[in-house]
């Protein structure tokens, strides 16, 4: 179903803190200042009109993003690049971007023509991109859009500078301006900064393979169109992907697990790619509760790390999906904190590098974020995660399905031939 409708948007405005905070520099960690954190990521709530439908929500949040950026400050700050192409926020207290915006739909309207979960055909409206607002260096760190709907409900747009951030620590951000919204009179979690627990040694000293960051040839394009489609896996799919494992798997290994490996696996089936060739499965571990870190709570940076397997295509499917399964638990059993210091060690050594690109499927598991439960004052949203798949990137995202059911939703993104043969894949996994 095709729908139309107009924003109209007020001029975008720069938001700092409420309240005079410090003048200084501060370093990023050598986690966040890797190549491949060098990018924006755009997300998306969907809110109903609610018991606040008197107050506006533009205005709610506009006020509550200044208290918030007190505590937060470095957020209203701007990213420079140093010697060695390290990282630091300079604490200007400039600001975010804001805009505030009016859309002649409704909700409803939304939902009936099925634009609440990715793809967003309508994004680039509810999310304008500002003039001088997308760079990473000397940019504001965030650019949020509040779009009131004629329902009384609102969007909620934003992108993020992910040098600063990783999806816990947006949502901790944005929880507090949450709260703040709701008229509490501080936000529950204190922030914490601490980027230097995630510096590399002296002298970096790499203990671990790291084939995730191998050095091999970007891929080239994909030919044709891409496209984008989301597909939603309730309580009754995962356990038809789990009757797929042998007895001692499927009692044991977590809906991560299943999902990560017969995704790869469909995908990889889907690409049709040579025998011979490496595949690589890359999700990120987040090491926030590895204790030798010492990562105190609060902390809103970077705190995850790249970790997968290698193996070639043939073997990969020629394989079972318990064998992948096994695959994905090794991986996920090796970040302990030696290996987060390797990782470290690796960037500043080999000059901060991006992934290794060449036939990656990259999974983030937002599930457990908190997307989902961000209320401003409006209730939970209808969907709240990011807003996009990218071509060897998604996300596990929690949504609920048609049935109501807490339920995982993956944005994929694939040549057009190769999403229908991807998602004949996932029909077989989930009659299998």
């Known amino acids: 179903m095709t729908l139309t409708f107009t924003v109209r948007r007020r001029e975008p405005e720069l938001v700092g803190p409420a309240e005079p905070t410090p003048r200084e520099t501060k370093r990023l960690s050598d986690i966040d200042d890797q190549e491949t954190l060098r990018g924006q990521v755009p997300s998306m709530f969907l809110y109903r009109g609610g018991p606040r439908a008197a107050d506006d929500p533009a205005g709610v949040i506009r006020r509550a993003l200044g208290e918030a950026l007190v505590p937060y ?75 009131r709907l004629l329902c009384g409900g609102f969007v909620l747009a934003l992108r993020l500078n992910h040098t600063i951030c990783d999806a816990i620590g947006i949502i901790q951000f944005l929880s507090a301006v ?114 030798e870190l010492g990562l105190p709570a609060g902390y809103y ?45 690796l960037l500043v050594l080999r000059g901060r590098p991006y992934v290794a690109m060449s036939n990656m499927f990259l999974v983030s598991d937002n599930r457990r974020t908190g997307f989902h439960r961000v209320d401003f004052g409006w209730g939970v949203p209808v969907f709240g995660g990011p807003s996009t798949a990218m071509w060897g990137g998604s996300f596990i995202l929690a949504v609920r399905n048609a049935d109501g059911e807490n339920a995982a939703a993956l944005p994929i993104m694939l040549p057009r031939p190769a999403m229908d043969r991807f998602a004949s894949e996932v029909e077989r996994l989930l009659k299998d």
């Open 73 to 147: 400050y470095p957020l209203a700050g701007r990213v420079r690049e140093v010697e060695a192409r390290k990282l630091v926020v300079d604490c200007t207290g400039e600001g975010i971007m804001f805009v505030e915006a009016d859309a002649d739909v409704r909700l409803s309207e939304l939902e009936a023509a099925g634009l609440t979960m990715p793809p967003f055909p309508c994004a680039d409206q509810l999310l304008f991109d500002v003039e001088g607002s997308s760079g990473i260096l000397n940019s504001p760190l965030l650019l949020i859009q509040v779009t």
């Open 178 to 291: 949450a709260e703040l919204a709701r008229g509490f009179p501080a936000p529950t979690v204190a922030p914490s900064w601490s980027r230097e627990l995630l510096e590399a040694r002296n002298p970096p000293r790499p203990t671990f393979p790291h084939h995730e960051f191998d050095a091999v040839p970007p891929p080239a394009p994909p030919p044709g169109d891409m496209v984008t489609r989301t597909f939603t896996f309730g309580p009754s799919g995962v356990y038809a992907i789990r009757k797929g494992l042998p007895p001692k798997l499927r009692d044991t290994a977590t809906t991560f697990e299943v999902l990560a490996a017969a995704l790869w696996r469909g995908r990889t089936a889907a690409l049709e790619l040579p025998p011979d060739e490496d595949v690589r499965l890359v999700f990120v571990s987040n090491i926030r509760g590895v204790p």
């Open 301 to 345: 940076g970077n705190a995850c790390v790249p970790t997968g397997g290698l193996v070639t295509a043939g073997a990969l499917l020629a394989g079972s999906l318990g064998d992948t399964v096994e695959l994905v638990r090794e991986a996920k059993a090796a970040v302990t904190a030696e290996y987060v210091r390797s990782t470290a060690d």
